[in-house]
Structure formats: C-alpha cells, structure tokens
C-alpha cells in the first residue's frame, strides 16, 4: 500500500457542482496535512492546511479523519478556474499524494 | 518578491552527463528540499535539508547528491545521468521541517536525458 493514495481521477463536473476528494495515509504518527494545488506544468502551490476540527476556506472545506486515516477537500460552487491537480500532504515523513486531477466544464 | 528561484528551467543531457540544478530562497527558511515529479507518480522527495549543514535522504536519494551551501542554497547534482532520471525537478523550502510547516515551491526544472 502506498503511504499516501489519492484517486487520480479526472473528475469532470460541470460549473457549479459540488465535488469531493479523498487522500488516505498509512502512516497514523501524522501530524499535519496540507492540500496543495497544481495547474498545468506549473509549481504546486498551497490550498489550504487541514486541522483537526475541520475547516472552511470560502468554497473549499478540508476535514481530518484520524480514525479512518484520511484527509478530504469539498469544493463547492466549482468555478472553471478550480480545474488543476490537487496534492495532498502528509508532512510526518513529507509524502505527497500523486494527485487528484479535476476538469470543470462549462 | 522572489521566493524560490530555480536554475536552469529546462536542460537536455546525454546520458553519463553531469549537472548540478540550483535552488535559492529569500524567505530565510531553515529547511529545503528537492523533489522529482514523474507521471501519474506525484512528488517524490530526493533529500531534504532540514536546517544548514545538514542533508538528508529521501524516499529516492539513488543517483543524487546535494549540497547546502549556505542557508539561502541547495544544490542538487547528477554525477552520471541517466535516462530514467528524466523528470521535473521542484526545489521548496519552509521555515521547519515537520509539523504545520508549508512549503513554497521553484518553478521546476524539466530535465531530459537522452
């Protein structure tokens, strides 16, 4: 099992949808986690970090579920300009997940 | 506002070719890392450096060696490339390594070895 796992879809939804993406880890000494966002050939570049109670950025919402050991990111009211891989992280050893492309369509 | 600043932005090399890439930050953060991004496959650290004079090894080190010159650079370099080591090559630093740090990205270096 990898040490952290993303399903690397590509999710296409249209504008406006609601949509949900899932990163699992394996290693339950993790502290801290982070979504990062990465456009086409460009630098991955923070999201937002994921406490543990949860919490909200405008359209984005991260959640921490240690039980289950994972992470999520609920984009809601998605914009064209959403489309891009996202990254999570899991910094107790610096993993990255390989990514979660979405396509939003018009 | 520069923050990481990576050199060169592309390179071609045949294989057996050395390089080094090159990585500066004006944030004065103590720790930096390299990492290699392949498809479908993510971020794969290299080595990092956690804070100057210190280096580290990665989920991939084979092929690689780094160095921190200073607290603003970290080199990395290829001593005989080879053509699985083409790639895009991200250097980024944070201010600790560990937990609640963010880490800020180079543009990246494509890399291709032939």
């Known amino acids: 099992r990898k040490e952290v796992e993303q399903d690397p879809g590509p999710f296409n939804v249209p504008e406006g949808a609601t949509v949900a993406f899932n990163c699992t880890y394996s290693n339950s000494a993790s502290q801290s986690f982070f979504w990062y966002r990465q456009d086409c050939r460009k630098e991955p570049k923070l999201l937002m970090s994921?406490?543990?109670s949860g919490n909200e950025d405008g359209r984005f919402t991260a959640q921490l579920n240690r039980a289950s050991q994972y992470i999520s990111l609920l984009i809601r009211d998605s914009k064209l300009s959403d489309s891009a891989t996202y990254l999570c992280v899991v910094n107790a050893d610096m993993r990255f997940g390989a990514g979660t492309r979405l396509t939003v369509k018009p | 506002n520069a923050g990481v600043t990576q050199t060169p932005k592309f390179q071609v090399l045949k294989t057996g070719q050395s390089m080094t890439l090159q990585c500066a930050q004006d944030m004065n953060h103590n720790s930096m890392y390299w990492y290699r991004q392949d498809p479908g496959m993510g971020l794969r650290l290299i080595y990092y450096?956690?804070?100057?004079?210190?280096?580290d090894k990665g989920e991939v080190p084979n092929g690689y060696n780094v160095s921190r010159l200073n607290k603003r650079e970290f080199s990395l370099r290829l001593e005989s490339a080879a053509p699985s080591q083409t790639s895009v090559y991200f250097c980024?630093?944070?201010?600790?390594?560990?937990?609640?740090?963010?880490?800020?990205f180079g543009a990246g270096t494509r890399l291709s070895v032939l």
């Open positions: 450096s956690a804070s100057e004079g210190t280096t």
């Open positions: 980024a630093s944070s201010e600790l390594t560990g937990a609640k740090n963010i880490q800020y």
């Open positions: 994921v406490y543990s």
